[in-house]
């Protein structure tokens, strides 16, 4: 089983570019999610989907876009890369939506913004 | 909105000795989870626990719902277990249920 698969693992854009970083997962789970990670701070939620066709706000969403068109997918889109937006990301899933199932994680992505 | 602590920030120590990572959280919870984050690596999760303890290979954790703490114990500790420790609680139903605390930096010398 490949678990969560995230694309690319590094990426460096300029200030103004988009981009586009890629979650998969072959586990049917229904509850998929993106996180940030930056030094000195927790992960924090971007945006979440608790199934196709549906997504939600997190806690730091300005700057991200997402959809989830197929149980399998759920791409985070930066319309206009700023360098706030440096950080490592990562994908994460789960069988449902309450924090009482256990999360598989992506390997990260790590993206700079010059 | 949960606060989640832990404890120590950063912890060293030499390889055999048993290691205690604390997490303390604000606000009553359903379900605790510990992940495990190596250096450049990705997130695993270690354990996932709502009461009492769970054990896997040298790995320990405990909760205390009252106290609203949770401990994270290695037995025998190897250099391989140099990584971040986090935890993270939820107070269950709903997506964005999970606050992380910011991890603890954990180092085993041969």
């Known amino acids: 089983n490949a678990g969560v698969t995230q694309t690319p693992k590094f990426q460096v854009l300029k200030t103004g570019q988009s981009m586009t970083l890629q979650c998969a997962q072959d586990?049917?789970?229904?509850?998929m999610s993106w996180y940030r990670q930056d030094p000195g701070m927790g992960l924090r939620l971007i945006h979440y989907?608790?199934?196709?066709?549906?997504?939600d706000q997190g806690e730091v969403p300005n700057g991200y876009n997402v959809s989830r068109s197929t149980t399998e997918d759920f791409p985070l889109r930066l319309l206009s890369a700023a360098p706030s937006q440096t950080s490592v990301y990562f994908c994460a899933s789960s069988y449902s939506q309450t924090g009482a199932n256990v999360l598989t994680f992506g390997a990260g992505s790590r993206l700079t913004v010059l | 909105k949960n606060e989640v602590e832990q404890s120590p920030q950063n912890l060293t120590a030499q390889e055999g000795e048993f290691i205690t990572i604390n997490c303390s959280y604000s606000?009553?919870?359903?379900?605790l989870h510990w992940l495990q984050q190596h250096p450049g690596g990705g997130i695993v999760s270690l354990f996932m626990l709502s009461s009492g303890k769970k054990k896997h290979g040298r790995l320990i954790a405990t909760i205390n719902i009252q106290e609203k703490h949770s401990s994270l114990h290695i037995t025998a500790s190897h250099p391989r277990d140099s990584a971040v420790y986090i935890c993270a609680a939820t107070s269950g139903g709903g997506a964005d249920g999970l606050t992380f605390g910011k991890g603890t930096h954990l180092i085993i010398q041969p």
């Open positions: 606000v009553g919870i359903s379900a």
């Open positions: 989907s608790v199934g196709a066709g549906i997504t």
């Open positions: 586990m049917n789970h229904e509850y």
